[in-house]
């Protein structure tokens, strides 16, 4: 009975709920009926009984995971459930041997807390979930001393777990969490039925427990998964849900005609056996993955036709169905993780929140057709979204019991990673699986740390696997081409190759480590050979040993080890602190140091070098052994290629420089010009040019010596060489000047007797935007203080290394040394191959524009804007020549179809480089990739790679922003009185507060139905430390952020002076997330100049404060300002300092400026008294003027693109007397941005006294009528 009345009180829209053992209910308006409200009364105990366990009911995607697992539906008889093993790094994690066990079942105990939908139990009869406090979610940890023993039990509860289908009346959780603990390892066992969460709740559950591994406290969601349905209820009651749902019912019956079938490929073939409906059918894994790098071209060739990556993949599936499968077209479900912002901290909830989408994948040869089809189709799937994929999927079948309506599934969760990458859980590769009921193939797009990857996971009993095989291979095919010919970027391939070649774990750190040690205890060894067992000057060492010519060598050895402790200093010489370890003995360490390199691949020929300078080590000494007959025995190369090739490090450098090189050949429109200096044995030279395969290069091979050159033309025929010395003025012989785009530097410039003289040599022989690759020893090694340093050759240097006696520069010394350029290095800061002592620098040479590029660009602006060629300057502006968005994208057009030198850039990246430094200068940087205003956004390493200045260089998407600030206050001003009406949003201005809405705010309550919001700064917001640049960026996105999670589905945006250009910005994010936002900028524009004169803003301040100038002891004539400003603008500068005011000021304004107190803080002590003024004290003033002049650079600083948004601007009638044309700049600044359409209307009032008085009252009514009504329903 109770069972029947929820559900009739459901249907009627009336929700109850208990609190406090009190039972509550909200209805609309005239659906609580007499009937309703006698029943409820009469069975209220039975009511408050049932909501006990706080009940809700399952979503529509959850309800069809219920249901297919049962074996009465075609292709049923499964769970939909995720499976993955993880290697656990608890010694990374600070976890002993002993604690193992029980850390991490203390881990998991916090994220089971945390998570209450890890409790959930489901009641299959009445379709309703809810969390049992009292289920206990426990971790199974099983700790084997043996380690087979260990591999063996993990196998077994793999097997155990892969496939196991969960049963929701069972009284245990829905998931399995496991951990196997062996002798060396600690793997983690999850198994989820994914009634419990999505993709995006797993990667929380992952990320918190690892957290709670690492000592981190896991803090609980804000709200529950239970409040995010209740307040998507509440939602779909309102009238403009119902309005979404009609429109979008209408539209799919429409479009359901048109569909075609959906995607099927051959079936199975047919099995003998009657199968067994009780037993679970078995899955099958196709798995591949794209490098960070392939995956970046693949989406910039996607936004090259205007589409996002999914559409491109879609397309691509569309062509393997088509060539693999009986449908020439056909019709897919895609999922989506559709967390709407309509609750707190909805991307930390726990729970299911996936939504459905069906996507037509249309035939036909022409790719990028089809990639704008599926866009198109997938857009407006996504806008007639009220009507999920699962309601149109049963309008396809007459019976979803008889056959499976969409078999085929595409699963896209790249977007939905927004976690930062575990610290203590590895993926194991190859031990995911996933299965679907009612899915006969899951096609899953997910992201890696250093990629994405793609896995089909298909019912054995389904398609036919030999058909699955070929189509998969198919498939991963077409994403790789698709991704070959995108935008190329070199630090995204450097990044890429990071990922690739550099080893993980500390392998090969202990190496180096024990392998320095080893070759010190054989240099002490030979040193108290010398007699250091007692106080000796350095030259007697060096004298005793026969080495007297190396003697600076011999002191270096004396450095290093004093710097370990093994030698000291005496007032009588230098001495052995301890007796040296037998020689015998370091040569077996040494033995046992090549069996560990063999296991990590380390390359065994450098390391028997090594050995053979050690075990030779008195010969090199006196002379009696030649360093190059070991180096080149008999002539041959072998062992040279070994110490600059074939070694872990050197493979690791080289490819990644052959990765970079091989990233601006792909950029190039003519060939790549590359000069090798000292390629010597060509250890580089190999990798390069095998990476370089097949792309049209120019490749100088140059060296001192005709025997490398000889050997590199017979090896490589490809290439030319030359002699060329590093140390020699003259460029190689025979160049015209034409400059290189790549110059390769691998272990040479040590040889330069002036490296920093040597760089500018060749930096003048690079292109513009060309760039160094420089490969170099980086820190002191004693390895090559026994091998390589015997070399001749190494000794005459005139830079800072004739200080130390060094032949390398250390890392601090190369940062020195390339201060002035942009530079990425690797290995990254903190990486093990960092003891490893040699770096990779990609420097960027001149990014100056060429003239002939600027009088190009100039040329095609000139045509655009109809302006004489001989007007642009290089800093010529596009906007103020009166150019507006529509020219600027015709105007792009014309520059990539026309320059040939034009990287090939997608359009959307060019027109905003371009909107951010609209000069014929910075066209020039958009169009070459050397945009410096942008940083990467590409997959990154773990490990940032080492940035030993500031620039950046390499071209790629959006700014990455500063941080946001810490709090957004967002003040709650005047409360709502209609639920579903739009509110009002007062944006702060450049003081941080909403001191100038004081009065608008009291005549808004009597206007308003939606309520006011104020936005402010709060307190410690670290809102001073955000650049200038960057202000406006980063505090929209903050403040859009803030508003969404308000949750209305409309807004109206109000700002005042500055606040306007961040009310603007703020509207085009909340539009991008499908919240409708409404502009009213009130007084407000960008300031077209920077104001550098400290009187002058302090003049403003008083002004801003509305206090009078006089007050800070500045006592001008506010017209004579006016017009000292005004004739600054007409001159052309954009920077106002003293200087330039004291050139176009009278007189009598110089005076009076220069009559003001001399400083800041004797001026606001001006402005205050003695006694402080409205409780305003010294140190207040100086950070509200702080605050001030951080706003008004970032308002002359503000640079960002046209608005789409209609927009309402209400411009003061009065002009203020200092700036005189105040409305009239305002309007047209106005007007150029808001392409979307602008109204303006006049108010009464300057800009300080518009929303005062009665002024206020007008204003307030004006903005009740400019926000937009929403559908309003009666508040019980």
Same mark, same amino acid.
């Given at each position: 009975m109770i069972d029947h009345l929820h559900r009739r009180l459901t249907a009627a829209g009336i929700e109850l709920w208990r609190d406090s053992g009190r039972l509550h209910y909200r209805a609309p308006h005239g659906a609580l009926t007499d009937e309703f409200r006698a029943a409820i009364l009469a069975n209220r105990d039975a009511l408050l009984a049932d909501l006990s366990r706080e009940s809700f009911p399952l979503t529509e995607i959850q309800a069809g995971y219920l249901v297919g697992r049962t074996a009465a539906y075609a292709d049923g008889g499964v769970g939909c459930q995720g499976y993955h093993q993880f290697d656990l790094d608890l010694t990374a994690a600070g976890v002993s041997a002993a604690d193992r066990a029980s850390a991490v079942r203390a881990a998991w105990g916090q994220v089971v807390d945390a998570h209450p939908m890890l409790r959930m139990r489901i009641d299959p009869d009445r379709f309703e979930q809810w969390v049992d406090a009292t289920l206990d979610v426990p971790l199974e940890v099983t700790e084997y001393p043996d380690q087979a023993?260990?591999?063996?039990?993990?196998?077994?509860?793999?097997?155990r777990l892969v496939w196991h289908v969960y049963d929701p009346s069972e009284d245990r959780? +829905?998931?399995?969490?496991?951990?196997? @603990?062996?002798?060396?390892?600690?793997?983690?066992? +999850?198994?989820?039925?994914?009634?419990?969460?999505?993709?995006? !709740?797993?990667?929380?559950?992952?990320?918190?427990?690892?957290?709670?591994?690492?000592?981190?406290?896991?803090?609980?969601?804000?709200?529950?998964?239970?409040?995010?349905?209740?307040?998507?209820?509440?939602?779909?009651?309102?009238?403009?849900?119902?309005?979404?749902?009609?429109?979008?019912?209408e539209y799919w019956s429409r479009r359901i005609l048109e569909m075609p079938a959906p995607l099927r490929f051959p079936p199975a073939p047919t099995q003998d056996a009657v199968p067994d409906r009780h037993i679970s059918p078995s899955y099958s894994r196709r798995s591949q993955r794209l490098s960070s790098g392939e995956w970046e071209r693949l989406c910039a060739n996607a936004a090259e036709l205007e589409a996002t990556p999914v559409a491109l993949i879609l397309a691509e599936l569309g062509a393997v169905a088509a060539a693999h499968s009986p449908n020439?077209?056909?019709?897919?479900?895609?999922?989506?993780?559709?967390?709407?912002?309509?609750?707190?901290?909805? &991307?930390?909830?726990?729970?299911?929140?996936?939504?459905?989408?069906?996507? *037509?994948?249309?035939?036909?040869?022409?790719?990028?057709?089809?990639?704008?089809?599926?866009?198109?189709?997938?857009?407006?799937?996504?806008?007639?979204?009220?009507?999920?994929?699962?309601?149109?999927?049963?309008?396809?079948?007459?019976?979803?019991?008889? &056959?499976? $309506?969409?078999?085929?599934?595409v699963t896209y969760t790249v977007d939905a990673a927004g976690s930062r990458a575990p610290r203590y859980l590895t993926p194991r590769a190859g031990t995911g699986r996933s299965r679907t009921p009612q899915v006969l193939l899951d096609i899953q797009i997910t992201p890696l740390p250093d990629g994405v990857a793609i896995d089909w996971d298909s019912r054995d009993d389904g398609f036919d696997p030999d058909v699955l095989d070929a189509a998969f291979i198919d498939f991963v095919a077409r994403l790789r081409r698709a991704a070959e010919t995108g935008e190329p970027d070199v630090e995204t391939a450097l990044a890429a190759a990071h990922a690739r070649l550099a080893p993980t774990g500390r392998a090969v750190a202990e190496l180096a480590a024990d392998s320095e040690q080893t070759v010190r205890q054989i240099v002490a060894w030979h040193l108290a050979r010398a007699g250091m067992d007692r106080p000796l000057p350095v030259e007697e060492v060096a004298r005793r040993l026969g080495a007297a010519r190396h003697t600076p060598l011999v002191r270096r050895w004396i450095d290093e080890l004093t710097a370990t402790g093994m030698v000291a200093h005496g007032d009588h010489g230098i001495y052995l602190t301890a007796p040296p370890v037998p020689l015998d003995e370091s040569f077996e360490q040494w033995r046992h140091i090549r069996r560990r390199a063999a296991d990590i691949d380390y390359g065994d020929r450098q390391l028997a070098y090594v050995e053979d300078c050690l075990r030779s080590l008195e010969g090199l000494l006196?002379?009696?052994?030649?360093?190059?007959? @070991?180096?080149?025995?008999?002539?041959?190369?072998?062992?040279?290629?070994?110490?600059?090739?074939?070694? @872990?490090?050197?493979?690791?450098?080289?490819?990644?420089?052959?990765?970079?090189?091989?990233?601006?050949?792909?950029?190039?429109?003519?060939?790549?010009?590359? +000069?090798?200096?000292?390629?010597?044995?060509?250890?580089?030279?190999r990798t390069v040019l095998a990476e370089l395969a097949g792309y049209h290069v120019d490749y100088l091979f140059t060296d001192v010596s005709r025997f490398f050159l000889d050997a590199a033309a017979r090896q490589w025929p490809q290439i030319r060489t030359a002699m060329f010395d590093v140390n020699d003025d003259a460029g190689p012989p025979g160049e015209t000047g034409e400059g290189f785009d790549v110059i390769l530097c691998a272990n040479v410039l040590h040889n330069a007797r002036d490296i920093p003289a040597a760089l500018d040599r060749l930096r003048r022989l690079l292109r513009p935007g060309g760039a160094l690759a420089i490969i170099d020893s980086t820190a002191p090694s004693a390895a090559l203080m026994a091998t390589m340093e015997f070399k001749d050759g190494l000794e005459d240097s005139r830079d800072v290394r004739a200080e130390s006696g060094s032949p390398f520069l250390l890392l601090p010394q190369w940062r020195e040394v390339l201060a002035g350029d942009a530079v990425?290095?690797?290995?990254?800061?903190?990486?093990?191959? &960092?003891?490893?002592?040699?770096?990779?620098?990609?420097?960027?040479?001149?990014? *100056?524009?060429?003239?002939?590029?600027?009088?190009?660009?100039?040329?095609?602006?000139?045509?655009?804007?109809?302006?004489?060629?001989?007007? +642009?300057?290089?800093?010529?502006?596009?906007?103020?020549? !009166?150019?507006?968005?529509?020219?600027?994208?015709?105007?792009?057009?014309?520059?990539?179809r026309e320059l040939d030198w034009a990287e090939p850039s997608a359009w959307d990246r060019?027109?905003?480089?371009?909107?951010?430094?609209?000069?014929?200068?910075?066209?020039?940087?958009?169009?070459?990739?050397?945009?410096?205003?942008?940083?990467?956004?590409?997959?990154?390493?773990?490990?940032?790679?080492?940035?030993?200045?500031?620039?950046?260089?390499?071209?790629?998407?959006?700014?990455?922003?500063?941080?946001?600030?810490?709090?957004?206050r967002l003040i709650e001003l005047v409360a709502p009185t209609v639920s579903s009406a739009t509110p009002i949003v007062l944006v702060h201005d450049g003081s941080g507060g909403l001191g100038p809405y004081r009065e608008l705010i009291g005549e808004l309550a009597a206007h308003v139905d939606g309520g006011v919001y104020g936005i402010e700064r709060s307190p410690g917001d670290g809102y001073l430390d955000i650049p200038v640049e960057q202000l406006f960026t980063v505090l929209q996105r903050s403040y859009a952020r803030s508003l969404l999670n308000l949750g209305p589905s409309s807004f109206h945006l109000v700002g005042f002076c500055m606040g306007g250009l961040i009310a603007a910005g703020t509207a085009t994010l909340l539009e991008s997330h499908g919240v409708t936002a409404a502009v009213t900028v009130i007084s407000s524009y960008r300031i077209p100049f920077r104001l550098a004169d400290e009187v002058l803003t302090d003049y403003a301040f008083a002004k801003a404060l509305g206090?009078?100038?006089?007050?800070?002891?500045?006592?001008?004539?506010?017209?004579?300002?006016?017009?000292?400003?005004?004739?600054?603008?007409?001159?052309?500068?954009?920077?106002?300092?003293?200087?330039? $005011?004291?050139?176009?000021?009278?007189?009598?304004l110089t005076d009076a400026l220069r009559a003001a107190p001399p400083t800041v803080a004797d001026r606001v002590r001006s402005a205050l008294g003695t006694d402080g003024r409205d409780g305003i004290t010294d140190d207040v003033l100086l950070g509200m003027r702080e605050t001030f002049v951080h706003s008004v650079a970032a308002v002359a600083a503000w640079r960002q693109p046209v608005m789409l948004t209609p927009a309402t601007f209400l411009r003061q009638e009065k002009p203020m007397s200092y700036l005189p044309s105040l409305g009239e700049d305002m309007s047209a600044f106005w007007r150029s941005h808001c392409v979307g359409g602008l109204g303006v209307i006049d108010v009464a009032g300057d800009h300080f006294t518009c929303l005062t008085g009665e002024n206020a009252q007008n204003v307030a009514q004006l903005l009740a009528e400019l926000t937009p009504l929403g559908c309003e329903r009666e508040v019980r």
């Amino acid at each position: 009975m109770i069972d029947h009345l929820h559900r009739r009180l459901t249907a009627a829209g009336i929700e109850l709920w208990r609190d406090s053992g009190r039972l509550h209910y909200r209805a609309p308006h005239g659906a609580l009926t007499d009937e309703f409200r006698a029943a409820i009364l009469a069975n209220r105990d039975a009511l408050l009984a049932d909501l006990s366990r706080e009940s809700f009911p399952l979503t529509e995607i959850q309800a069809g995971y219920l249901v297919g697992r049962t074996a009465a539906y075609a292709d049923g008889g499964v769970g939909c459930q995720g499976y993955h093993q993880f290697d656990l790094d608890l010694t990374a994690a600070g976890v002993s041997a002993a604690d193992r066990a029980s850390a991490v079942r203390a881990a998991w105990g916090q994220v089971v807390d945390a998570h209450p939908m890890l409790r959930m139990r489901i009641d299959p009869d009445r379709f309703e979930q809810w969390v049992d406090a009292t289920l206990d979610v426990p971790l199974e940890v099983t700790e084997y001393p043996d380690q087979a023993a260990a591999d063996q039990a993990g196998a077994q509860l793999g097997d155990r777990l892969v496939w196991h289908v969960y049963d929701p009346s069972e009284d245990r959780p +829905l998931l399995d969490a496991a951990v196997v @603990l062996g002798e060396n390892t600690a793997v983690l066992h +999850l198994s989820v039925d994914l009634l419990v969460t999505d993709y995006v !709740g797993i990667r929380t559950i992952l990320d918190d427990f690892d957290r709670a591994l690492g000592g981190g406290a896991v803090r609980r969601p804000a709200a529950t998964f239970r409040e995010y349905l209740q307040a998507d209820r509440r939602h779909r009651a309102t009238c403009e849900y119902r309005a979404l749902r009609r429109s979008a019912e209408e539209y799919w019956s429409r479009r359901i005609l048109e569909m075609p079938a959906p995607l099927r490929f051959p079936p199975a073939p047919t099995q003998d056996a009657v199968p067994d409906r009780h037993i679970s059918p078995s899955y099958s894994r196709r798995s591949q993955r794209l490098s960070s790098g392939e995956w970046e071209r693949l989406c910039a060739n996607a936004a090259e036709l205007e589409a996002t990556p999914v559409a491109l993949i879609l397309a691509e599936l569309g062509a393997v169905a088509a060539a693999h499968s009986p449908n020439a077209a056909a019709t897919v479900m895609m999922t989506r993780v559709d967390r709407r912002p309509i609750v707190a901290d909805v &991307e930390r909830i726990v729970g299911d929140f996936t939504s459905t989408l069906v996507v *037509s994948l249309p035939s036909g040869n022409d790719r990028d057709a089809a990639v704008r089809a599926v866009r198109d189709d997938v857009f407006a799937g996504l806008e007639y979204a009220a009507f999920s994929g699962m309601e149109v999927a049963r309008r396809l079948a007459d019976d979803a019991r008889t &056959e499976t $309506v969409m078999p085929v599934v595409v699963t896209y969760t790249v977007d939905a990673a927004g976690s930062r990458a575990p610290r203590y859980l590895t993926p194991r590769a190859g031990t995911g699986r996933s299965r679907t009921p009612q899915v006969l193939l899951d096609i899953q797009i997910t992201p890696l740390p250093d990629g994405v990857a793609i896995d089909w996971d298909s019912r054995d009993d389904g398609f036919d696997p030999d058909v699955l095989d070929a189509a998969f291979i198919d498939f991963v095919a077409r994403l790789r081409r698709a991704a070959e010919t995108g935008e190329p970027d070199v630090e995204t391939a450097l990044a890429a190759a990071h990922a690739r070649l550099a080893p993980t774990g500390r392998a090969v750190a202990e190496l180096a480590a024990d392998s320095e040690q080893t070759v010190r205890q054989i240099v002490a060894w030979h040193l108290a050979r010398a007699g250091m067992d007692r106080p000796l000057p350095v030259e007697e060492v060096a004298r005793r040993l026969g080495a007297a010519r190396h003697t600076p060598l011999v002191r270096r050895w004396i450095d290093e080890l004093t710097a370990t402790g093994m030698v000291a200093h005496g007032d009588h010489g230098i001495y052995l602190t301890a007796p040296p370890v037998p020689l015998d003995e370091s040569f077996e360490q040494w033995r046992h140091i090549r069996r560990r390199a063999a296991d990590i691949d380390y390359g065994d020929r450098q390391l028997a070098y090594v050995e053979d300078c050690l075990r030779s080590l008195e010969g090199l000494l006196n002379g009696s052994v030649d360093p190059l007959a @070991l180096l080149f025995p008999d002539g041959e190369f072998d062992v040279a290629r070994a110490a600059y090739d074939d070694n @872990l490090v050197a493979r690791y450098l080289n490819g990644l420089c052959a990765a970079g090189i091989r990233a601006a050949a792909e950029s190039a429109r003519s060939p790549l010009r590359i +000069l090798e200096v000292g390629g010597g044995v060509g250890g580089t030279t190999r990798t390069v040019l095998a990476e370089l395969a097949g792309y049209h290069v120019d490749y100088l091979f140059t060296d001192v010596s005709r025997f490398f050159l000889d050997a590199a033309a017979r090896q490589w025929p490809q290439i030319r060489t030359a002699m060329f010395d590093v140390n020699d003025d003259a460029g190689p012989p025979g160049e015209t000047g034409e400059g290189f785009d790549v110059i390769l530097c691998a272990n040479v410039l040590h040889n330069a007797r002036d490296i920093p003289a040597a760089l500018d040599r060749l930096r003048r022989l690079l292109r513009p935007g060309g760039a160094l690759a420089i490969i170099d020893s980086t820190a002191p090694s004693a390895a090559l203080m026994a091998t390589m340093e015997f070399k001749d050759g190494l000794e005459d240097s005139r830079d800072v290394r004739a200080e130390s006696g060094s032949p390398f520069l250390l890392l601090p010394q190369w940062r020195e040394v390339l201060a002035g350029d942009a530079v990425i290095a690797y290995p990254p800061t903190g990486h093990a191959l &960092e003891t490893a002592g040699q770096h990779l620098f990609w420097v960027a040479g001149n990014t *100056s524009p060429s003239p002939d590029a600027l009088r190009q660009v100039a040329q095609i602006w000139s045509e655009v804007l109809d302006v004489p060629v001989d007007q +642009l300057r290089p800093d010529s502006d596009f906007v103020e020549l !009166g150019g507006d968005s529509l020219l600027l994208a015709r105007c792009v057009g014309r520059l990539r179809r026309e320059l040939d030198w034009a990287e090939p850039s997608a359009w959307d990246r060019v027109y905003r480089r371009i909107v951010a430094d609209p000069t014929v200068a910075g066209c020039v940087a958009a169009l070459t990739g050397r945009f410096a205003g942008e940083t990467p956004n590409a997959d990154r390493p773990d490990t940032e790679p080492a940035r030993l200045n500031a620039p950046q260089w390499v071209a790629v998407a959006e700014p990455t922003p500063a941080a946001a600030p810490a709090d957004v206050r967002l003040i709650e001003l005047v409360a709502p009185t209609v639920s579903s009406a739009t509110p009002i949003v007062l944006v702060h201005d450049g003081s941080g507060g909403l001191g100038p809405y004081r009065e608008l705010i009291g005549e808004l309550a009597a206007h308003v139905d939606g309520g006011v919001y104020g936005i402010e700064r709060s307190p410690g917001d670290g809102y001073l430390d955000i650049p200038v640049e960057q202000l406006f960026t980063v505090l929209q996105r903050s403040y859009a952020r803030s508003l969404l999670n308000l949750g209305p589905s409309s807004f109206h945006l109000v700002g005042f002076c500055m606040g306007g250009l961040i009310a603007a910005g703020t509207a085009t994010l909340l539009e991008s997330h499908g919240v409708t936002a409404a502009v009213t900028v009130i007084s407000s524009y960008r300031i077209p100049f920077r104001l550098a004169d400290e009187v002058l803003t302090d003049y403003a301040f008083a002004k801003a404060l509305g206090w009078h100038p006089a007050d800070f002891g500045i006592v001008v004539d506010d017209d004579q300002v006016g017009q000292t400003l005004t004739a600054i603008r007409a001159a052309g500068h954009r920077t106002i300092d003293a200087t330039v $005011v004291a050139d176009h000021a009278p007189e009598g304004l110089t005076d009076a400026l220069r009559a003001a107190p001399p400083t800041v803080a004797d001026r606001v002590r001006s402005a205050l008294g003695t006694d402080g003024r409205d409780g305003i004290t010294d140190d207040v003033l100086l950070g509200m003027r702080e605050t001030f002049v951080h706003s008004v650079a970032a308002v002359a600083a503000w640079r960002q693109p046209v608005m789409l948004t209609p927009a309402t601007f209400l411009r003061q009638e009065k002009p203020m007397s200092y700036l005189p044309s105040l409305g009239e700049d305002m309007s047209a600044f106005w007007r150029s941005h808001c392409v979307g359409g602008l109204g303006v209307i006049d108010v009464a009032g300057d800009h300080f006294t518009c929303l005062t008085g009665e002024n206020a009252q007008n204003v307030a009514q004006l903005l009740a009528e400019l926000t937009p009504l929403g559908c309003e329903r009666e508040v019980r």
